[in-house]
């Protein structure tokens, strides 16, 4: 097998590896081989990978869609290509994906619909069946997909993560993008990638090479021992994240928050209500003061930002003493 790991000194640099040693290493990691040459390129970056698929991919007029909430990045880098933009929001108790209502969203001038799997910040993951649904959408209005598959190797409970490449019928119109951010916890060395069609690889390039043309090199060395990594440590990485979500959302649910446990991700979303709040924004500016803790108000997720008021995110990607501290330090603010 072989795989991309790095494009040193302008040019693409790929190995081969052994069955099982990069599994789940790169997006595409489910025993799909992607051809280096064409089907991989290499950003800054997941955010920049987007940013270049976009601007690549859209016309001015054309339209997006996006499922909300949705990571902050994505409107703004939609509008940056002139696209008109249409939302979607998953629906509470389960953050479940409206289909009928997706359905009228697409029309004629669809170009592109965008989803997150894990999804951040509800920590949903998108099954077989959700994705098979919106490729038939895509399919039947000749639009693209793409899919933020930065969290893939962190889903619980048994679940398993679905790439888009593994659907049927979704390969010729898929860009898949992720980064080592969270796999490898290398955020803010912005290392990404972008895997698609090698027609559609183009077009990811032509924007890409105008943006920031290459990576730094030294990063990217780093990345390929990353990606090099054994099967072990992916699942102590799984193992470790797994524990710790279950020791926030246990401590959370006994301080009084509605707990949404997530199936993905290394977020858990909460509402903040049955405590006695109503207002995200003021209780997470409250909150460093009152309690020592940051928390993220999740109505900026969402475009109608009185829609999330209520949710507030927490993180558990953190050393087991700063977690504990943060819940030692709420606990004796709430009494």
């Given at each position: 097998m072989v795989v991309l790991l790095a494009q040193p000194d302008g040019g693409p640099c790929w190995v081969e590896v052994t069955d099982g040693e990069v599994e789940g290493a790169l997006a595409a990691g489910d025993g799909l081989e992607v051809e280096p040459d064409e089907e991989v390129t290499v950003t800054s970056g997941a955010t920049e990978g987007l940013c270049a698929t976009l601007l690549g991919i859209l016309e001015p007029g054309d339209e997006v869609i996006l499922i909300e909430p949705c990571f902050d990045s994505y409107a703004p880098i939609s509008a940056l290509a002139k696209a008109k933009i249409r939302y979607v929001s998953l629906k509470l108790p389960d953050f479940s994906l409206p289909r009928e209502e997706?359905?009228?969203?697409?029309?004629?001038?669809?170009?592109?619909?965008?989803?997150n799997t894990p999804h951040n910040p509800t920590g949903k993951v998108f099954t077989i069946e959700e994705l098979t649904f919106i490729a038939s959408l895509c399919e039947k209005y000749d639009a693209y997909i793409?899919?933020?598959?930065?969290?893939?190797?962190?889903?619980?409970?048994g679940r398993k993560h679905v790439t888009l490449l593994s659907v049927p019928g979704l390969k010729a119109r898929s860009f898949v993008i992720s980064s080592t951010a969270k796999t490898l916890s290398m955020t803010g060395w912005k290392q990404g990638w972008v895997l698609a069609a090698p027609k559609l690889s183009c077009a990811v390039r032509m924007s890409h090479q105008y943006i920031v043309f290459c990576g730094q090199s030294p990063l990217q060395k780093a990345v390929a021992f990353g990606i090099d990594a054994t099967d072990r440590y992916y699942a102590q990485l799984l193992a470790d994240y797994a524990r710790r979500r279950e020791w926030l959302c246990s401590a959370l649910q006994k301080l009084g928050f509605k707990v949404y446990v997530p199936e993905g991700t290394y977020y858990v979303l909460v509402d903040i209500t049955p405590l006695g709040f109503d207002d995200d924004l003021v209780f997470c500016r409250m909150l460093p003061?009152?309690?020592?803790?940051?928390a993220i108000p999740c109505s900026v997720f969402w475009n109608n930002r009185r829609r999330g008021r209520n949710l507030v995110r927490f993180c558990f990607c953190k050393k087991d003493e700063t977690l504990g501290e943060g819940i030692r330090r709420l606990k004796n603010w709430l009494g």
């Open positions: 997706l359905a009228e969203h697409f029309n004629s001038k669809t170009k592109a619909i965008i989803i793409i899919s933020d598959e930065v969290y893939e190797h962190l889903v619980y409970d003061e009152k309690a020592g803790v940051a």
